[in-house]
């Protein structure tokens, strides 16, 4: 049995009172809805010295304007799942969050929690497995030498081949999301396409947070009136399960050409994969299954598989198609 370390516990009444607790060390974590948190806490992967609430802080909301939704970081799933804002000019979204867990968890969850869940690599989540650079950098990969089905073939290196596991994040990076973020040093935006960070050599730096910095909000672009988005899970089983392979998909048509679209794969990938090569072959084209073939394919052409996740490439390829089919309605 693995004790939990002992930490501190501190309420923040205040933005600037919680990161003035979190100082700028790295020691300290945010608590909000806790909901993998507590579980990595229990399980002794994570071990903060110092566990700073900021449930009580007014980040929590949604503020609508024309083409933007300002999410605050505070916001349940459940609460973005049910804008009606959101049902009607981002439905994918919809579709990610409630494809991502039960109503129960969706009620507790957070979006900035979302966006920072870590691996369900279980190698990460086994303090008792020695190998796992994430948890301990420098240890090895117990993934890459054992058991992989799941694992990434996008984005990996020879450090790490987790699979990023939010399934909102690949819709938010499909819309060019900004994460709001602050610290110590002030305020400051970062574009979600480059917030997270492929593992390269130290596969423990997930994103671009510096220490003691709290994702405030999420600026969420909204789509065209006309366009049409479509968020796909493929995965062992029907219900609490995260993916094998997703595809979230937005396009506007002119007649039967695509006029724009925004592409983005999920559960193939270590970070939210923005598929720009494949944006670039459907952008102007005539919509066909030959098309949305040409693609998935531009989407996997760097993939890297290995033994027991090699499958992955092809169902990938086959769920962007069938993603592209369904917003697009072309089945020839
Ligand atoms: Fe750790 Fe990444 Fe390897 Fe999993 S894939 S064992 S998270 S280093």
């Known amino acids: 049995m693995i004790a939990v370390q002992p930490f501190e516990y501190v309420r923040a009444g205040a933005l600037t009172e919680a990161i003035g607790e979190a100082g700028t060390d790295g020691s300290a974590a945010y608590l909000a809805g806790g909901t993998t948190q507590l579980d990595l806490m229990k399980d002794g992967v994570l071990r903060p010295s110092r566990l700073i609430d900021i449930t009580r802080l007014p980040l929590r909301g949604i503020e609508h304007h024309e083409d933007t939704l300002i999410v605050g970081s505070l916001t349940t799933m459940e609460e973005l799942a049910a804008d009606p804002v959101v049902g009607r000019r981002l439905p994918f979204v919809r579709e990610a969050l409630l494809r991502s867990a039960s109503v129960q968890l969706r009620n507790m969850a957070t979006i900035g929690g979302n966006l920072l869940q870590r691996t369900r690599c279980r190698y990460f989540r086994d303090r008792t497995v020695a190998t796992c650079n994430k948890r301990a950098p420098g240890s090895g990969c117990g993934a890459i030498t054992g058991a992989h089905r799941t694992s990434a073939v996008l984005g990996t290196s020879t450090s790490c081949i987790a699979t990023h596991a939010s399934d909102l994040a690949v819709t938010l990076v499909a819309l060019d999301a900004t994460v709001h973020v602050t610290g110590a040093e002030g305020p400051r935006t970062i574009p979600l396409t480059g917030f997270y960070r ?5 596969p423990s730096v997930e994103n671009d947070l ?12 909204l789509l ?23 595809a979230a998909v937005a ?21 939210p994969w923005r598929a720009v090569e494949a944006e670039a072959v459907l952008t102007g084209a005539e919509a066909s299954v030959a098309l949305f073939r040409t693609a998935a394919h531009a989407a996997v052409a760097g993939a890297d598989p290995r033994p027991q996740n090699a ?7 086959r769920t962007l198609v069938r993603s592209l089919q369904s917003v697009t309605g072309v089945n020839s």
């Open 198 to 202: 492929v593992p390269g050599e130290d």
């Open 210 to 221: 510096r220490p003691g910095e709290l994702i405030t909000a999420i600026e969420v672009p």
């Open 224 to 246: 065209p009136q006309e366009a049409r988005s479509h968020y796909l899970k493929v995965r062992d089983r029907a219900s609490y399960e995260f993916a094998l392979a997703s």
């Open 251 to 271: 396009v506007t048509m002119r007649d039967t050409r695509v006029e724009s679209a925004r592409v983005a794969l999920g559960g193939v990938a270590t970070v």
């Open 311 to 317: 499958f992955k490439v092809e169902l990938a390829q």
